[in-house]
């Protein structure tokens, strides 16, 4: 079992060089192992700036929470 944990929003330039949010949302089943449950927002940005900027505003996002992996 890895200790791991997933970042919350996950930030990635997709094919045709926009940016995407993912929200995870990380729950634990009864023997400790993560269910990681992910939702791509229809929201696509400019810059990984403004995407976390829509992340802080809409989802009260934190520094260190954002992954680009």
């Known amino acids: 079992m890895s200790s ?7 930030i990635q330039k997709d094919a045709e060089g926009s940016w995407r949010l993912t929200v995870r949302d990380v729950r634990y089943n009864s023997q400790g192992y ?3 449950t992910s939702v791509m927002q229809d929201t696509v940005f400019l810059t990984s700036a403004a ?3 829509f992340a802080r505003t809409n989802f009260d996002a934190k520094a260190g929470q954002y992954a680009t992996k």
């Open 4 to 10: 791991d944990v997933p970042r919350p929003f996950l």
């Open 34 to 36: 993560p269910i990681v």
């Open 51 to 53: 995407a976390k900027n």
